[in-house]
């Protein structure tokens, strides 16, 4: 199955609740027919990837609040 890069690894500080920050890098890419963001720590180990709604193609800055959102509200306790 064919991988499409949407957009390649991007270097983010993302502000976390309490005070808290993490630096991360993200893409995003479709494979097939499915697009996913893919969150790694600046070392490459997997934070945490998401299959995203069939059709949900955003602008750059949309995919960084996605991340800023995952790592706030779905891997952080």
Not at 22 to 27: A, E, G, I
Request: hydrophobic residues 35%; contains cysteine.
């Amino acid at each position: 199955m064919n991988t499409d890069v949407i957009q390649d690894w991007t270097d983010t500080h993302v502000p976390l609740k309490l005070g808290d920050s993490r630096d991360v890098r993200y893409k995003v890419f479709q494979k097939g027919t499915q697009l996913f963001q893919e969150i790694r720590d600046p070392d490459g180990t997997l934070i945490h990837k998401l299959a995203l709604p069939e059709g949900m193609a955003m602008k750059p800055i949309s995919y960084e609040v996605l991340c800023r959102y995952v790592l706030t509200d779905v891997v952080s306790p």
